[in-house]
């Protein structure tokens, strides 16, 4: 009997610490994406935003070059999808406690520049640290995405998304494997983040075919920022 009751007693106690661990993970994930996510997200747009639009007489970033060390700042990105005023920074390298937990947007180093033939590969957190990517998934047919660098203004269109595993690195490569109509001489961007959100098993990856090249930014980003 005595033997029954302490088998009682410690499978209480073993639920009672069960049911602490779940309430823990309950109140973390509540707190990170009610609270530190936004919060985040809110310091990384402010920094893209803080200096004023470049001119080609300015230099407001590092120049893109192989020299840049991780978290690096050397450009911004502009997705209109993820909101009418969505901007942030892009740094060198996807170091995570380096570029990707604090800028928000890194660059794989060994991808291409903007503008530059080949594919310009960047990755971002799906979920947590701002969450940058957070809407990568809603990407279509007629968006554009912006990049910006001392090099001028680069205007990506989307072309396409698939899911990969993790080991499928050949989508990042100077003509990404698994794109359609992709081929040598071309020039991509591939944005990559984590599927599905609250889990590494996967990657999403969206691609995008450069359209167009200036020295200002395009009209049709002013129209959406609203200046």
Not at 86 to 92: A, D, E, H, P, S
Request: aromatic share 10%.
């Amino acid at each position: 009997m005595a033997k029954h009751k302490r088998a009682l007693d410690v499978i209480g106690v073993i639920g009672e610490l069960l049911i602490t661990v779940g309430a823990v993970i309950l109140l973390y994930v509540v707190w990170q994406l009610g609270v530190n996510d936004p919060v985040v997200s809110n310091v990384q747009q402010q920094q893209a935003q803080r200096s004023p639009i470049s001119t080609p007489a300015e230099k407001q970033f590092k120049d893109a070059n192989k020299n840049l060390k991780q978290g690096e700042v050397f450009g911004r990105i502009y997705i209109p999808r993820f909101s009418n005023d969505y901007v942030r920074q892009i740094g060198q390298g996807t170091f995570q406690k380096v570029t990707l937990n604090t800028i928000g947007v890194g660059h794989y180093v060994r991808t291409q520049w903007p503008g530059a033939e080949g594919n310009f590969a960047v990755a971002a957190h799906r979920t947590s640290h701002g969450a940058p990517f957070s809407k990568i998934d809603t990407l279509q047919v007629g968006d554009n995405v912006y990049v910006e660098t001392n090099d001028g203004w680069f205007t990506y269109t989307y072309r396409q998304t698939a899911i990969v595993d993790p080991s499928a690195i050949e989508v990042i490569e100077k003509v990404p494997v698994g794109m359609n109509g992709a081929k040598k001489g071309g020039y991509y961007m591939t944005m990559t983040s984590c599927h599905p959100k609250w889990s590494n098993k996967e990657r999403i990856i969206v691609w995008l075919e450069l359209t167009k090249e200036s020295q200002t930014m395009p009209w049709e980003l002013e129209q959406e920022l609203g200046r």
